[in-house]
């Protein structure tokens, strides 16, 4: 809940809610809110293999977690009724059914690459010693219903259904209206921890090899960090000093740079939005250019992340930041 502080002589003194949307919020509103769930959920260990844009009938993201259990997010909209809850555990059951062949198309699909493999995939963005068997992917469906705070019989059927024993969990976000400005506010589970992101940061950010070919090249040939189609508005993620290393899938950290402008959109690039570089390091070349593995990368800094998003998570600190970029000059040049 969001509430505004009150002041007496420079005293805080009073806490008061702040009104928010509790009634239909409109379908724009929702739909961008769908949209950008993989956004919201980034610090989620999870790893998308499908998300519905179509809005047909099929929930809005699909993922797996580290055991290969398949995890579904159905955003409901509000005044959905008694019935949102019963689609969602419709998903589930139909989800239920499929075969390690349907996940692997379906990766092949969200991902775009026909070639990929599931198995390795998982395993390299899990960081696990050996891939999950096949049989070990989709034993158990989780069911999470993101939806609005405000709505009420929706919290009633989860409650009820959660009571039964099933797994299901709930997401709630708050949309508010202050002034001329519209704010949606978002509860990740478990902790609903993310960095705040106006403090200065390390990013390892994935230059999407497989999706983008030439995108290394891109960013090196123009000076900048860039994302294209769907992945685009992770590029606001990034904030103006930040210090992006430029990952590149299958080798690592190829360079380093600190982030000098707004956002900006190519109009020679479709799809393509990206901020400006300054180096850090060497720029990799095409002919020959060397790179800091993933784990060189957990050693020096003594921890893992993510590595299934754009942006690996968690963020690194100033010190960790500092660390790993003053080891990599040292190693890689």
């Given amino acids: 809940m969001l509430y505004k502080l ?11 809610p702040v009104t928010f949307h509790s009634s239909h919020a409109g379908k724009d509103l929702e739909n961008l809110v769908a949209d950008n769930l993989l956004e919201v959920l980034f610090e989620n260990e999870l790893m998308p293999i499908f998300q519905d844009r179509s809005r047909k009938a099929e929930a809005d993201i699909y993922a797996l977690n580290r055991k290969g259990d398949l995890v579904i997010f159905d955003q409901r909209r509000i005044g959905a009724g008694a019935d ?61 219903v993101v939806g609005s705070a405000g709505d009420d019989e929706l919290i ?27 704010y949606f506010e978002f509860f990740s589970i478990p902790y609903d921890r993310h960095m705040n992101p106006a403090v200065f940061k390390g990013v390892i ?40 290393f430029l990952y590149h899938k299958y080798e690592g950290i190829v360079a380093a740079g600190r982030v000098k402008s707004d956002v900006k959109s190519d109009p020679n690039v479709r799809g393509a939005l ?48 500092e660390k790993l970029l003053k080891a990599y000059k040292q190693t890689i040049g």
């Fill in 84 to 144: 949102a809850v019963h689609q969602g555990l419709q998903f589930c059951e139909k989800a239920a059914h499929w075969s390690f062949d349907s996940l692997q198309k379906l990766l092949a699909k969200y991902s775009g690459a026909e070639d990929i493999d599931l198995q390795e995939e998982h395993q390299s963005n899990f960081d696990l010693e050996r891939p999950l068997d096949q049989s070990a992917f989709n034993t158990v469906q989780h069911l999470i």
């Fill in 274 to 321: 990206y901020r400006d570089l300054e180096w850090l390091t060497q720029k990799p070349t095409r002919d020959a250019y060397r790179a800091m593995s993933s784990t060189v990368i957990k050693n020096i800094l003594g921890h893992n992340f993510f590595w299934a998003k754009t942006i690996k998570i968690p963020y690194l600190g100033k010190k960790e930041t």
């Fill in 205 to 244: 950010f994935d230059t999407c090899r497989k999706l983008y070919p030439e995108s290394l090249w891109y960013m090196c040939d123009n000076n900048r960090v860039a994302a294209f189609g769907d992945q685009q508005q992770i590029i606001h993620c990034l904030n103006r000093n930040d210090v992006v």
């Fill in 156 to 182: 009633r059927n989860i409650d009820y259904w959660k009571s039964r024993g099933l797994c299901l969990d709930f997401i709630p976000y708050r949309i508010y209206t202050i002034g001329n400005d519209h």
């Fill in 6 to 16: 009150g002041q007496t002589n420079g005293v805080f003194d009073s806490i008061t």
